[in-house]
């Protein structure tokens, strides 16, 4: 029968490369097996990993190390849910990483600092549920944390302060059973009303996460923010 994509085993990059972009997103027909094999290390000048092994199961073996050249790995390994091993330290360059290792259960190791110059970071670990340990601080310019480390059941520790400029942290924590507590107590500090935009709310962030987090959001008045729903009557 024909088949649309045949079996790709991965060799090599050329090192005149310097985007990678979607290069195999979606290679994974029912007629045949798609992407296989072992990741390879990357070419020494590829700049942009956007998406290159978006959506494909048959991938495995270790992530392999990331290169200063590379800027932007939005979506790089996206749903690769069989690759192994252990989480790499980011490259010092990167800047985007939204959804990156969104769906990757099966690698490990701790979190590692996040590349200082990084501006996107949705999604980035969303469902990475065997990467463990204490969350590093966010980069100063990151805006938007939406579900950074929803299903993260292996995340410990406190949750670390807010970026100086963040508007959104819908579902950040959500289903984090492992976070016992923030850097703060203080309200106007854990949740700083003036800097979030209004497409979000508290119940969201936290929610299905540990108790001792959640109480930290939920269980006092915070003045103008909703109640805890035990206080106002409602379903828990």
């Known amino acids: 029968a024909f088949s649309l994509c045949p079996t790709v085993h991965l060799k090599c990059w050329s090192d005149y ?8 997103c979606g290679w994974n027909y029912p007629d045949d097996r798609g992407v296989v094999g072992s990741l390879i290390e990357w070419g020494k000048s590829i700049e942009k990993t956007f998406c290159c092994y978006q959506f494909l199961p048959n991938l495995t073996g270790s992530v392999p190390p ?3 050249a ?35 259960s099966n690698i490990k190791g701790e979190f590692k600092p996040w590349p200082q110059k990084c501006r996107s970071l949705d999604k980035c670990f969303m469902n990475a549920s065997s990467i463990r ?11 938007s944390l939406v579900s950074v480390y929803e299903g993260c059941v292996n995340a410990c520790g406190n949750i670390p302060e807010w970026p100086e ?9 959500y289903g984090c059973k492992g976070l016992t ?42 003045g103008g923010l909703k109640p805890h729903p035990s206080k106002s009557g409602g379903a828990k």
């Open 17 to 24: 490369l310097e985007s990678v972009d979607g290069t195999f």
């Open 66 to 68: 990331w290169t200063e």
């Open 70 to 104: 590379i800027v932007d790995a939005t979506g790089t390994y996206d749903e690769c849910s069989n690759l192994s091993g252990f989480l790499p330290t980011w490259g010092s360059n990167i800047e985007e990483v939204t959804q990156c290792f969104k769906g990757c």
């Open 133 to 143: 340990g204490v969350l590093p601080q966010w980069p100063k310019g990151v805006t």
């Open 165 to 173: 400029v963040i508007s959104s942290i819908s579902r950040c924590y």
């Open 181 to 222: 507590g923030a850097w703060t107590q203080e309200p106007e500090l854990l949740m700083p009303e003036s800097k979030m935009n209004d497409n979000w709310n508290y119940t969201e962030v936290v929610a299905e996460a540990s108790d001792s987090l959640r109480a930290l959001f939920y269980d006092q008045d915070w």
